[in-house]
């Protein structure tokens, strides 16, 4: 699953002329955030997917995510992988260590530090009052070594060849899918712990971000 990610760095291929960069440390979903429709096209959208058959819009708030493994079968998924698909811009994501209370977030990041690019997939809804609501899905595969010992997924990260032959248009076969939706190599990645400021999707700054400290302990008769 990945349920929160941050955007601070700026893309090399970012259109400044056409999206002004936004920097941001804690997108959660159902939040607006830019997202890239071919190599040069950005849109903004809300992350979660409505299908275009959906009676209402509340079907996004259980489509943040889609399964690597049967985005080809499900009928939420299928028609966007041909002809909708997209890459969304991240210079991390979030997951938690479950045991402890509260839980532990963990920023997840590539060793280099530089932004990356989740795959994903966009639809268009029609509202009622005849406008469309614009919205996507971030595609999670097996977890790498990194990621596995919190969480039994993580997001499809592509890499440069990836990319281009993802927001290009045309058909995709199963041998492809398999090829490069896959988990991005833990050697170059890392990760650390942050705070739990993370947790709440009002903040939305540099400190979601920051190393956490461990509290020292305070001396006998202080």
């Given amino acids: 699953m990945c349920g929160r990610y941050s955007l601070g760095k700026k893309p090399r ?18 939040q607006q955030a830019p997202v890239f429709v071919s190599n040069s096209a950005l849109k903004i959208m809300r992350w979660g997917l ?7 819009e509340t079907t996004g708030y259980k489509m943040i995510n889609a399964r690597a493994e049967t985005i080809a079968e499900r009928p939420a998924f299928r028609s966007c992988l ?11 994501f979030f997951e938690w260590r479950k045991n402890g209370k509260p839980k532990q977030p963990f920023r997840f990041l590539r060793a ?5 690019l989740f795959a994903g997939l966009w639809d268009r809804w029609r509202k009622q009052d005849g406008s469309f609501l614009h919205s996507f899905t971030i595609i999670t595969v097996e977890p790498n070594e990194l990621v596995r010992p919190l ?8 890499n440069s060849e990836g990319a281009a032959a993802w ?18 190599p833990a050697k170059e990645m890392t ?8 947790n709440d999707a009002n903040w939305d700054d540099p400190d979601c971000i920051k190393p956490f400290i461990e509290p020292t302990s305070m001396l006998p008769g202080l």
């Fill in 82 to 92: 041909q002809s909708r698909r997209c890459a969304i811009p991240a210079d991390s």
């Fill in 191 to 198: 990760s650390y712990a942050i705070d739990t400021r993370i």
């Fill in 50 to 56: 409505v299908p275009s058959w959906a009676e209402d």
């Fill in 151 to 158: 969480h039994d997924r993580m997001p499809a990260i592509l």
């Fill in 112 to 116: 280099d530090q530089e932004p990356f």
């Fill in 13 to 30: 291929n970012w259109p400044e002329e056409t999206q002004p960069f936004i920097p941001r440390f804690n997108i959660a979903p159902t």
């Fill in 167 to 184: 927001l290009a248009q045309g058909d995709l076969n199963r041998d492809w899918l398999s090829q490069f939706l896959s988990p991005f």
